[in-house]
């Protein structure tokens, strides 16, 4: 398995509820984010939270962080048929290469969510 | 502000021609340029990381001479897949990191909108 698993890979639920994405990672990280992209399109930053957080809000967002468990969930409150998008992770960490560090992002597989209206 | 473009939005291509993408940084200058790959209905996968002024730098399991990238100028990057199969069509994306903010816990990449390349 690869950095970045999400879970579910297919979440559908009804306009009004919450929708909880987890994501789960092997490395150490900098920082870890969430997208969201709709069919076909390119990429909208959602939320960024730091190694060093555990919990970070943006708007109906709710993001957590256990770096314990190597773990994170993207929480959706009161969602709407708007919200009906693929969303990922992606972990920032430092790789190495031919002796040069960078950092690199590495993206999880996606939540397909659907928002019934 | 930090808006990053891709051209063209969709190409067409005959198999065995090269096509060209292009990603700029429209209001920042970025040392940094990334492409990526996206399959439908599957995920980003990183293909390489561009450094203004030198060699990219391939995932493993990506062919250097079939991708090729150049980081010519701070706000420019291409990206030309020779030789192109039916096997690349794909979505084709790019991002770039702001040379100026460079914070590895706050860092955020500016995607672009993405190239699909259909070749036929």
Redesign the interface.
């Known amino acids: 398995s690869q950095q970045?698993e999400e879970d579910p890979q297919a979440l559908s639920i009804q306009e009004g509820e919450n929708a909880t994405m987890n994501c789960s990672y092997k490395t150490s990280i900098?920082?870890l984010?969430w997208?969201r992209q709709n069919s076909?399109?390119?990429?909208v930053?959602l939320i960024?939270i730091?190694?060093?957080e555990r919990e970070k809000h943006s708007g109906r967002l709710r993001v957590t962080l256990d770096t314990s468990k190597k773990s994170s969930s993207l929480l959706i409150t009161a969602s709407r048929a708007a919200d009906t998008a693929s969303y990922?992770c992606a972990t920032?960490a430092?790789y190495n290469?031919?002796g040069?560090s960078?950092?690199?992002?590495?993206?999880?597989?996606?939540t397909i969510l659907t928002v019934h209206p | 502000g930090a808006v990053v473009s891709q051209h063209p939005s969709w190409v067409i291509c005959k198999s065995g021609t090269s096509v060209k993408i292009e990603c700029r940084s429209l209001d920042f200058q970025a040392t940094t340029m990334f492409w990526y790959r996206q399959f439908p209905k599957q995920s980003l996968m990183l293909m390489a990381t561009s450094n203004e002024g030198s060699k990219a730098t391939y995932e493993q399991g990506v062919e250097k001479d079939k991708f090729l990238i150049n980081h010519a100028s701070l706000t420019l990057s291409t990206l030309t897949v020779t030789s192109a199969h039916p096997e690349d069509s794909s979505f084709y994306i790019c991002s770039a990191r702001d040379r100026w903010v460079f914070n590895p816990f706050t860092d955020t990449q500016y995607f672009g909108p993405g190239t699909r390349l259909t070749v036929l």
């Open positions: 970045g900098n920082n984010q997208y076909g399109r390119g990429l930053h960024l730091r190694s060093n990922f920032d430092w290469a031919g040069t960078y950092g690199k992002l590495t993206f999880g597989q996606g």
